[in-house]
């Protein structure tokens, strides 16, 4: 067990929906990464928010969004979502942002749209 | 740009022996970590060893190595003693010392054989 907790763990939706994966950190770590991973496009990095601030982008769409709390929970939100979108999702969080940090995965959430 | 290869889709092993998981990165950076993952068919990604740039000795975590070779660009996984459980897929990771994304490899599925 990571320490890192995502809900839900199984999400079924049609498409043009939107929904809302939850992610909670380790205790005590501060940064917050979101990651895809698709069997066509291997693990994507999506965004990584650190102390509740935005501080890298990678290959996120615009219908996607994210935010990270005060308590240092973090939501990713996807709207109009199309097939394509099905993919495991997985939240992981570190101590910091360093090269050095490890990052701690979650066990993901298995998003199918149909 | 960070680019992470790893030129065995799959690998069979017999249990009880070791085996050598290939990973080579394209940095111009000269302070990284590189890092390698388990994921187990049950999807959840699990952190297994951490090598960084500057270390001088290889990385060991029990049975888990990392034959780490700067001037090669190479940080190749060694699992000593395979055993069934270790049947998963490998993911080999970078991370640059200003760069904000984790960027994975393609990842190596291991059989290891009864």
């Known amino acids: 067990d990571s320490g890192v907790t995502q809900t839900p763990k199984h999400l079924i939706t049609a498409t043009g929906q939107r929904v809302t994966l939850r992610c909670s950190p380790r205790?005590?770590?501060?940064?917050v990464y979101w990651y895809q991973q698709s069997l066509d496009q291997g693990l994507q990095f999506l965004i990584h928010?650190?102390?509740?601030?935005?501080?890298a982008k990678g290959n996120i769409l615009e219908r996607f969004s994210a935010q990270q709390f005060p308590d240092l929970h973090s939501e990713l939100n996807l709207s109009s979502l199309e097939l394509g979108d099905s993919a495991l999702y997985f939240c992981?969080?570190?101590?910091?942002?360093?090269?050095?940090?490890?990052?701690?995965f979650g066990p993901g959430t298995r998003l199918l749209v149909l | 740009a960070q680019k992470i290869t790893q030129t065995q889709p799959g690998m069979f092993v017999q249990e009880k022996e070791a085996v050598t998981l290939d990973c080579t990165y394209d940095?111009?950076?000269?302070?990284?970590?590189l890092f390698w993952y388990k994921q187990p068919s049950s999807g959840e990604m699990i952190f297994l060893i951490y090598?960084?740039?500057?270390?001088?000795q290889n990385a060991t975590e029990g049975r888990y190595s990392l034959n780490f070779q700067k001037a090669r660009k190479s940080a190749n996984l060694v699992i000593s003693a395979s055993q069934l459980g270790d049947s998963a897929m490998y993911f080999c990771?970078?991370?640059?010392?200003?760069?904000?994304?984790?960027?994975f490899g393609p990842g190596t599925r291991l059989s290891v054989l009864p």
């Open positions: 940095t111009s950076d000269q302070s990284y970590g």
């Open positions: 205790s005590g770590d501060l940064s």
């Open positions: 992981a969080s570190s101590a910091s942002q360093g090269a050095r940090e490890t990052q701690y």
């Open positions: 928010y650190y102390n509740g601030e935005e501080r």
């Open positions: 990771a970078m991370r640059e010392l200003y760069g904000q994304n984790f960027v």
């Open positions: 090598q960084g740039s500057y270390d001088e």
